[in-house]
C-alpha cells in the first residue's frame, strides 16, 4: 500500500519489549506499523509527526491491553479509525474474534485493505455508529481508544454488550478521575464499580491505563432489568501464553 506519487515515511524499528508482547508475529506487526507510517498518514489517521513514535503511543501501547481479555474472546472495538487498539490486538492475539466498527466509509475502505493486506481472517470491519449497530452487533467485551469521555462512551458502548459484558476503555493518566466523576453516570447505565488496570508497565516506560466496567444489569424501560454472570475471568499468565504461542506455527497470519 503506497502514497499517490509520494515516498512513504519510514516507521522506527520494533523497540526491544515488542517481541514479548507479539511472539512469532512480530513480523506482521512490523508490516502494520509500516502501512500506517504509509497509507495511514496519507489517508489523514495518523499525523505525520506520530511516525517516529508509532510503537510506543500507538502499535504496542495498544496490543498490551491483549491481556485483559480470555482466550477465544469476541471483542468489538468502537471507533476504530487506524485500527487502534483492534487491528494491534489481533496481530498479538490471532485467538480473538474482533469486530472494528467505525462510521466514515474512507476509514472503513482502508481498514478493510489492510485486514486483507496482513491476512486477519478473525478480523471484520463494520460500517456505522456504535448506537445504529446495536441489536445487529453484540460481544461479551466492547473495547475502545480515546474515543471519548468515559460517560459518553459508555452510552455508546452498553447497547453493544451482552448480558454480564466487560467494557475495557482505554485512558490516560485521567482514568481514575473519570471513573470517580462519571460514577452515577455509569451506574444508571447498569455498569458496576470500575475498575483501573494497568498493562504493558515491563515493555513500555509508562503503562497504558483501562477502565474496566462489568455491565450488571441491561437498562430496561420501566424496570432495572434483570443481573447475570460475566463472560469469564480475566486472563491470567501472560507471560506463559506468549511462551507457548513463540513455540508455535512461525509466520501464521489468521
Do not use: Y
Not at 511472539?23 to 506487526?29: C, F, K, M, N, V
Not at 509508562?206 to 466496567?213: G, M, Q, R, Y
Amino acid at each position: 500500500m503506497k502514497h499517490d506519487g509520494e515516498t512513504p515515511l519510514t516507521p522506527p524499528a520494533a523497540p526491544s519489549g515488542a517481541a514479548a508482547v507479539f511472539g512469532d508475529r512480530i513480523e506482521l506487526a512490523e508490516r502494520f506499523a509500516a502501512i500506517l507510517a504509509d497509507t495511514g498518514v496519507s489517508h489523514g489517521l495518523i499525523g505525520p509527526r506520530e511516525v517516529p513514535r508509532l510503537w510506543e503511543r500507538h502499535v504496542l501501547n495498544c496490543a498490551v491491553v491483549e491481556d485483559a481479555f480470555p482466550e477465544d474472546a469476541r471483542v468489538i472495538d468502537v471507533g476504530s479509525g487506524a485500527g487502534l487498539p483492534g487491528i494491534a490486538l489481533a496481530v498479538a492475539r490471532p485467538d480473538l474474534e474482533v469486530l472494528l466498527v467505525e462510521p466514515m466509509l474512507r476509514r472503513t475502505t482502508w481498514l478493510e485493505g489492510v485486514v486483507a493486506e496482513l491476512g486477519l481472517r478473525s478480523v471484520t470491519v463494520h460500517r456505522g455508529r456504535a448506537e445504529e449497530l446495536a441489536g445487529s452487533l453484540s460481544a461479551p467485551w466492547v473495547t475502545a481508544r480515546a474515543v471519548a469521555r468515559l460517560d459518553k462512551l459508555a452510552r455508546w458502548c452498553v447497547p453493544l454488550l451482552e448480558e454480564g459484558g466487560t467494557l475495557v476503555a482505554m485512558k490516560g493518566r485521567s482514568a481514575a478521575e473519570e471513573l470517580g466523576e462519571d460514577a452515577a453516570a455509569l451506574g444508571r447505565l447498569g455498569l458496576g464499580e470500575g475498575v483501573v488496570t494497568e498493562h504493558g508497565g515491563d515493555v513500555l516506560e509508562e503503562p497504558v491505563l483501562t477502565v474496566d466496567l462489568r455491565l450488571e444489569r441491561r437498562r430496561e424501560r420501566g424496570g432495572a432489568g434483570r443481573r447475570s454472570k460475566g463472560p469469564g475471568s480475566r486472563r491470567a499468565g501472560s507471560r506463559r501464553r506468549r511462551a507457548g504461542r513463540a513455540g508455535g506455527e512461525p509466520g501464521r497470519q489468521d
